[in-house]
C-alpha cells in the first residue's frame, strides 16, 4: 500500500473530528459521522455509499484545498475497511488526485488498480495532458496498447490533443485510423478534438472532411471548424460559407460563433456582411455579452467607423478592461490621439487598473505624436503602479522612446533587461535605423548572433537598411544567403527590404533579379521596385514597372502614384504625368495630400507652372508637404517674388515652416542671383524657426555664392560647417571655380572630391573643362591619363525634348535621330542667326570638349 496504514487511520480520525465539530448539515457533501460507526461494511456497500461523495469531490467547484480533503478521507474509509479491489472506487480517487494536481499520489494509486480496464490509463493520459507532459502522455498510451487494454472514446481526446501540444501530426493522422478501426470517429468528443487537431495544424481540408461526416454536431464543433478556417489567411472567405450553413443547420449560433465570424469581418474589412452579422447579433440579444461587444468595438473601428464603436462602448453595462483597451486602441488606429489619450484618463477614473495591453495600445500615440513629455509620463506610472511589463509593452516603451528621439532612454532600457529575446532586440535594431544609427544597429545583430539567438524574418528584414544605410554591399549579400537558407525569400515584407537594400546600394540589376524571381508580388513589393528605379535615376525603367503593376492586377495606393509621378517629373514625360492625373481623377486617390503634392511637382518640374497652381489651388485641404511643393515649383522656376509670397501665405494659413521649405526659397535666391535674401532667410531658418542646417542647406548656400562670383564666401561658408562636407558641396564649389576661373581653391576641392568620389567622371571634367579655360593643357592631358588609370569613362550627357507626346533624347554629335540631318541643318540656321546678333561663341571651351569627346 503506498499509504501506510496507520497514517490513514490518522487522517480518518482528524476527518471525523472535523465532522463532528462542524456539525455539518443533512445534505452536505462531507463524509458523515453515522456512516462509519463501524468499519465492517462490505466492499459493495461501502463502495455503494463513498462512490456518491467521491463523485461529488470531483465535480466540485470548491478550491481544490477543499476537494483534496474530502477526497482524502474518501481514500481513508476505503483504505481502513481493507478494500483492495478498489474497481471503479478507486478509479474516482485517482481522478480526484489528478483534478487536484496530486500527481505523485495519483502515480502510487494507479499501479494499484486494475489496469485491464482503460478508466485507470485514461485518467493518467489526462493528467500528463494536464502537465503539459505530451511526450509522456503518448508513452503511457502505446503502453496501455501494449498492456493489452484497449482504448475507449474518452482516451482519444486527451492523446489527440498531446499530438497537437507536439505538432506530430503524422502521429495524429495515424491515431485517426486507429480511431476509425475501433469504430469512434463518429463520437462527438473525439471527431471534436480531431477537427480541433486538424485546424490548429492547418490541415484544413483533413478537419472539414471529418467535419462533414459527423452525424451531430453541437455549437462547439461549428465553433471549432470556424476558428480553423478563421485562423488561416487563405481560408476567410470560408468562414462566411460555414456561417451561413450553420444558420441553416438546427444548431443555433452563439457568442463565440459571433464573436469569430466578427473578427474575420474586421481583418477582411467586410463592411456590409460585418453589419449585417451585427444585426443578428442585436437580434438573438447577444450583443452586450461581453466577447461579443468587444469584438464589435474592434470591427467597428478597423472599419473605420469610430462613432457606432462608441456607441458600443457606452451601451456596455459594465465595460471591463479588455473593453477599454478595445476603444483605446480603436482610437489609436484611427489617429485620434487626444481621444485615446482622454479615454485612457476616464479608464483610470472609473477604477478599473490598465494592464500592459492598455499601455502598449496607448504608447503608439504618443510615438505618432513624438510627445516625449506624455511618453515620459505614461513611463513614470507603469513604473509606479508596478504593472506587469511583458514584452509587448516592453517594445512599445522602447519604439516611443526612439521616435521621440530619446536614444539614450531606449538603450537603457534594452540594457537593463534582465529577458531579452529576439523581438525586443528587432525593436532596437528598428529603432536604431530609424535615427540614421545603422552601425548600432549592425552592434544589436551581432550581439542578438552572439546571445545563440535565432533572428526572424522581421529581424533580417529590419536589419538589411542598416546594410543599405552604410552602403554595405558584402554584409547585405550575406544576410540574404541567410534569407535564402532558411526559405524566408518568399515572405513578401523581406522580399522587398532585400530589393530595396540591393537598389540603395546602387545594385539595381539585383533587386530586379531578386523582384522578379518573387512567386508572388504584393502593391509594397511593387512599390518598393518603382521607387528604387526613380531613386536610381532610371525614370524609364519606373513607368514600366508602374505599367505592369496594373496589368498585374495589383491595386495602386498613394505611394505607387507619387512614384511614378516622380518618374514622370525626372524625364520628364508630361502626356505620362497626364495619364496618370486623369487615373486619379477617377479613383479615390484625387484628394490624398501626398498624391495631389506629387502632381505639383510633377507638372512644375515639366514645365506647365500654370496647371501645377490650378492643382495646388484646387486642394480642398493643405498640408506641408503641398505648401513646399508650390514654394519648390515657383523657385525652380526663377519666380523668387511669387515664391516668397507663397511662403508668407503658408505661414499665415497656420503652418511652420521645415527644412525642407527653406531649402526651396534658398535655392531660388540663388537661381534670382540675390546673395542677401538667401542669407537672410538662412539666418532666419537657424535663428528664428531653430531648424539646424542639413547638407543639402549648405550645400544651396555654397551654390548661391559660387553663382554671384563669390567663390571666397562660398569656401568660408565650407570651413564654418559643424560637420564635414560630403563630395556634393565639394563639386558644387568646384562648379563655381570652374565658372569664375578661380584655379586655387579648384585644386582643394579636387582634392577633397577624388578621394570623396573617385569614380564620378563629372567631376573630372569640371577640372578638365577649368584648366582648360585657363589655358593649362598639361593639366588637362595629366587629368585625362589619371581616368585611364582609375577606368573612369565619361558618362555622355543628354537632352530631351517632347513632341506629340514622343520623348526625343540626344547625345553630344549623335547622329542616330532618324531626323539628324533636319535637325542639324536648323541648328547651322539658328547658329547663323546668334552671329548676325553678335554672338562670339568661346572658341577654347569647343576646342577642350572635342578632346575630352577624343579621349574619353
Known amino acids: 500500500m503506498f499509504f501506510q496504514r496507520k497514517n490513514i487511520c490518522s487522517i480518518y480520525r482528524r476527518s471525523i473530528s472535523v465532522a463532528a465539530l462542524l456539525s455539518p448539515k443533512p445534505n452536505s457533501h462531507f463524509i458523515q459521522d453515522s456512516i462509519f460507526h463501524s468499519f465492517h461494511y462490505t466492499e459493495e456497500v461501502l463502495a455503494s455509499k463513498l462512490a456518491p ?74 493528467g500528463y495532458t494536464i502537465m503539459g507532459r505530451f511526450d509522456l502522455a503518448i508513452l503511457l498510451f502505446f503502453k496501455m496498447l501494449v498492456f493489452g487494454t484497449c482504448p475507449d472514446k474518452y482516451t482519444f481526446p486527451y492523446v489527440i490533443k498531446a499530438c497537437a501540444g507536439l505538432n506530430a501530426v503524422n502521429l495524429g493522422k495515424w491515431l485517426h485510423g486507429v480511431v476509425q478501426t475501433l469504430g469512434f470517429e463518429d463520437d462527438v468528443f473525439v471527431g471534436s478534438a480531431f477537427i480541433k487537431f486538424y485546424a490548429e495544424n492547418g490541415c484544413l481540408d483533413d478537419a472539414r472532411l471529418l467535419f462533414d461526416k459527423m452525424s451531430q454536431r453541437d455549437s462547439v464543433l461549428w465553433n471549432v471548424m470556424l476558428n480553423g478556417y478563421a485562423k488561416d489567411e487563405q481560408s476567410m472567405n470560408d468562414v462566411v460559407g460555414l456561417f451561413m450553413e450553420m444558420r441553416k443547420s438546427e444548431t443555433k449560433p452563439n457568442s463565440v460563433t459571433y464573436a469569430c465570424v466578427l473578427s474575420v469581418c474586421a481583418s477582411e474589412t467586410m463592411v456590409k456582411f460585418g453589419c449585417q452579422v451585427h444585426g443578428l447579433v442585436a437580434q438573438c440579444g447577444l450583443e452586450m455579452d461581453s466577447p461579443v461587444a468587444n469584438t464589435l468595438i474592434a470591427m467597428y473601428a478597423k472599419f473605420c467607423s469610430l462613432f457606432d464603436a462608441r456607441k458600443i462602448f457606452d451601451l456596455v453595462p459594465q465595460a471591463d478592461r479588455v473593453t477599454w483597451n478595445g476603444m483605446i486602441g480603436g482610437y489609436v488606429q484611427n489617429g485620434y490621439m487626444d481621444e485615446a489619450l482622454d479615454l485612457f484618463r476616464e479608464m483610470v477614473a472609473s477604477n478599473v487598473k490598465p494592464d500592459s495591453i492598455t499601455f502598449a495600445s496607448l504608447l503608439p500615440s504618443v510615438s505618432m505624436s513624438e510627445d516625449l513629455y506624455q511618453g515620459k509620463a505614461i513611463h513614470g506610472y507603469v513604473v509606479r503602479h508596478d504593472v506587469s511589463i511583458d514584452v509587448f509593452l516592453k517594445n512599445a516603451i522602447i519604439d516611443m522612446y526612439f521616435k521621440c528621439r530619446n536614444v539614450a532612454a531606449a538603450r537603457n532600457i534594452f540594457n537593463c533587461s534582465t529577458a531579452v529575446d529576439v523581438v525586443i532586440c528587432t525593436a532596437m535594431i528598428s529603432g536604431f535605423i530609424l535615427n540614421a544609427m545603422s552601425s548600432d544597429a549592425l552592434d544589436v545583430f551581432r550581439w542578438l548572433l552572439s546571445k545563440k539567438m535565432r533572428p526572424n524574418p522581421v529581424t533580417l528584414a529590419s536589419t538589411l537598411p542598416a546594410c543599405s544605410g552604410l552602403a554595405a554591399l558584402r554584409l547585405g549579400k550575406e544576410l540574404h544567403g541567410v534569407i535564402v537558407k532558411r526559405s524566408f525569400q518568399g515572405i513578401l515584407y523581406v522580399g522587398s527590404a532585400v530589393m530595396d537594400m540591393y537598389a540603395k546600394c546602387g545594385r539595381l540589376d539585383l533587386a530586379q533579379k531578386v523582384f522578379r524571381r518573387m512567386s508572388e508580388r504584393d502593391v509594397v513589393c511593387w512599390n518598393s521596385m518603382i521607387t528604387s528605379c526613380c531613386q536610381n535615376a532610371e525614370p524609364e525603367l519606373a513607368i514600366d514597372f508602374f505599367q505592369h503593376m496594373g496589368a498585374d492586377g495589383a491595386k495602386y495606393d498613394c505611394v505607387s502614384i507619387s512614384s511614378a509621378l516622380s518618374a514622370c517629373a525626372n524625364l520628364p514625360a508630361l502626356h505620362y504625368g497626364k495619364e496618370i492625373h486623369g487615373f486619379i481623377t477617377k479613383s479615390a486617390l484625387s484628394s490624398d495630400l501626398f498624391v495631389e503634392s506629387a502632381l ?81 532667410y538662412f539666418n532666419c531658418m537657424t535663428k528664428e524657426y531653430g531648424i539646424t542646417p542639413r547638407t543639402e542647406h549648405y550645400a544651396c548656400m555654397v551654390d548661391l555664392f559660387g553663382r554671384a562670383g563669390l567663390v571666397e564666401e562660398a569656401f568660408g561658408m565650407i570651413k564654418n560647417m559643424p560637420f564635414a562636407p560630403d563630395a556634393g558641396i565639394w563639386g558644387t564649389l568646384l562648379g563655381a571655380c570652374r565658372l569664375h576661373g578661380n584655379t586655387e581653391l579648384s585644386a582643394i576641392a579636387s582634392e577633397h572630391l577624388l578621394s570623396l ?59 542616330s535621330h532618324p531626323q539628324s540631318a533636319q535637325i542639324y541643318l536648323l541648328l547651322d540656321n539658328l ?26
Open 53 to 126: 461523495i467521491l463523485q461529488s469531490c470531483t465535480n466540485c467547484r470548491e478550491n481544490l484545498a477543499s476537494v483534496l480533503r474530502k477526497g482524502q478521507q474518501v481514500h481513508a474509509q476505503v483504505t481502513v475497511n481493507g478494500i483492495d479491489n478498489l474497481g471503479i472506487l478507486g478509479t474516482r480517487i485517482l481522478g480526484m488526485y489528478v483534478l487536484c494536481n496530486r500527481f505523485i499520489d495519483a502515480k502510487k494509486l494507479f499501479f494499484q488498480l486494475q489496469l485491464c480496464y482503460a478508466s485507470p490509463w485514461n485518467w493518467m493520459i489526462r
Open 600 to 680: 505639383i511637382d510633377m507638372y512644375a518640374k515639366c514645365g506647365n507652372l500654370e496647371i501645377a497652381w490650378r492643382v495646388f489651388d484646387l486642394m480642398a485641404h493643405k498640408n506641408e508637404v503641398s505648401w513646399n511643393s508650390i514654394i519648390a515649383a515657383y523657385g525652380n522656376h526663377g519666380r523668387l517674388k511669387d515664391c516668397l509670397n507663397l511662403f508668407h501665405g503658408m505661414r499665415n494659413d497656420g503652418f511652420q515652416p521645415d527644412h525642407v521649405t527653406f531649402l526651396a526659397i534658398i535655392s531660388a535666391c540663388g537661381h534670382s542671383g540675390r546673395v542677401e535674401e538667401g542669407k537672410h
Open 757 to 815: 568620389d573617385p569614380q564620378n567622371s563629372g567631376y573630372y571634367m569640371l577640372q578638365s573643362n577649368l584648366h582648360a579655360n585657363a589655358g593649362k593643357w598639361d593639366m588637362v592631358s595629366k587629368i585625362r591619363h589619371m581616368m585611364k588609370e582609375r577606368g573612369v569613362q565619361k558618362v555622355p550627357g543628354y537632352s530631351w525634348t517632347e513632341v506629340n507626346n514622343i520623348t526625343h533624347i540626344f547625345v553630344a554629335a549623335d547622329a
Open 831 to 856: 547658329l547663323m542667326e546668334l552671329q548676325n546678333e553678335g554672338y562670339v561663341p568661346q572658341m577654347n571651351l569647343q576646342i577642350q570638349q572635342s578632346l575630352s569627346l577624343e579621349h574619353c
